[in-house]
């Protein structure tokens, strides 16, 4: 089979295409700015462009298999998820390290723990493997740890001993985890707890969710790498 176009009138398969462009351009962005920049910091933009990256292939695959099936399997977000996010939280664990600030490997792990349990019971109640109700809250669960690592935990102390640069990109960065992602676990209730949600809608939410706490999530990063490294124009790579 040929490759299949986007018709005019699939707002569904609109979003994927403007999520899948702009990781993709986001990931060019995230990489050129990374050679700018303090080594320190060089890491944590290489992770913030290694998250578009990944989430631009899949949402390019996720959009033609939409067009012609006009559904996803949850197994494909899934599998983008399960890469993405980890690297996600990996960042709050490198922003730190790069201002020398006290956080142990204990910090990595309960947030790696607490984002494999929130994605693997996550995706075991979409795809009804286990009761979608136990799924959810044993899901939630692992969102809790991560929410308190990162406020409450030795992520969260951490951050609060580091310059007010690193402290505030820190703060905009667990809101996102806070506030930006309380849109999927608000779609796993709409869609499969509550029952009868249009799938269309569902991929549209997912969708520009990824589209916003992704990219946000990296551009904060990238603005505190710059502010680090002597302001925007400043050339570190000797540093």
Same mark, same amino acid.
């Given at each position: 089979?040929?490759?299949?176009?986007?018709?005019?009138?699939?707002?569904?398969?609109?979003?994927?295409?403007?999520?899948?462009?702009?990781?993709?351009?986001?990931?060019?962005?995230?990489?050129?700015? /990374? =050679?700018? *920049?303090?080594?320190?910091?060089? +890491?944590? $933009? #290489? !992770?913030?462009? &290694? @998250?578009?990256?990944?989430? %631009?292939?899949?949402?390019?695959?996720?959009?033609?298999?939409?067009?012609?099936?006009?559904?996803?399997?949850?197994?494909?977000?899934?599998?983008?998820?399960?890469?993405?996010?980890?690297?996600?939280?990996?960042?709050?664990?490198?922003?730190?390290?790069?201002? /020398? =600030?006290? *956080?142990?490997?204990?910090?990595? +792990?309960? $947030? #790696? !723990?607490?984002? &494999? @349990?929130?994605?693997?019971? %996550?995706?075991?109640?979409?795809?009804?493997?286990?009761?979608?109700?136990?799924?959810?809250?044993?899901?939630?669960?692992?969102?809790?740890?991560?929410?308190?690592?990162?406020?409450?935990?030795?992520?969260?102390?951490?951050?609060?001993?580091?310059?007010?640069?690193? =402290?505030?990109?820190?703060?905009?960065?667990? +809101?996102?985890? #806070? !506030?930006?992602?309380?849109?999927?676990?608000?779609?796993?209730?709409?869609?499969?707890?509550?029952?009868?949600?249009?799938?269309?809608?569902?991929?549209?939410?997912?969708?520009?969710?990824?589209?916003?706490?992704?990219?946000?999530?990296?551009?904060?990063?990238?603005?505190?790498?710059?502010?680090?490294?002597?302001?925007?124009?400043?050339?570190?790579?000797?540093?």
């Amino acid at each position: 089979m040929g490759k299949m176009f986007l018709e005019s009138g699939d707002l569904v398969g609109v979003t994927f295409w403007l999520v899948s462009i702009a990781m993709i351009a986001s990931t060019v962005f995230f990489l050129y700015e /990374g =050679a700018h *920049v303090k080594k320190e910091w060089r +890491l944590s $933009l #290489l !992770v913030a462009g &290694l @998250v578009t990256l990944v989430a %631009g292939v899949h949402y390019d695959y996720m959009r033609d298999f939409w067009v012609v099936e006009q559904t996803t399997p949850i197994v494909y977000r899934y599998i983008d998820w399960l890469i993405t996010v980890p690297l996600l939280m990996i960042e709050f664990f490198l922003i730190l390290k790069a201002v /020398g =600030a006290a *956080v142990g490997t204990g910090s990595f +792990l309960r $947030l #790696l !723990v607490g984002t &494999l @349990v929130m994605l693997i019971f %996550g995706y075991l109640g979409e795809a009804e493997l286990m009761n979608v109700t136990l799924a959810f809250w044993i899901g939630m669960a692992g969102w809790g740890v991560i929410i308190y690592e990162i406020y409450a935990g030795a992520a969260g102390s951490a951050a609060k001993e580091a310059s007010p640069a690193v =402290a505030s990109a820190f703060n905009y960065m667990r +809101l996102i985890v #806070l !506030v930006g992602w309380a849109i999927y676990p608000i779609g796993y209730v709409w869609g499969y707890m509550l029952g009868g949600v249009d799938q269309g809608a569902l991929n549209m939410v997912y969708n520009l969710a990824d589209f916003v706490n992704k990219i946000l999530f990296g551009l904060i990063i990238w603005h505190l790498a710059v502010s680090e490294s002597g302001g925007a124009g400043h050339d570190n790579e000797t540093a």
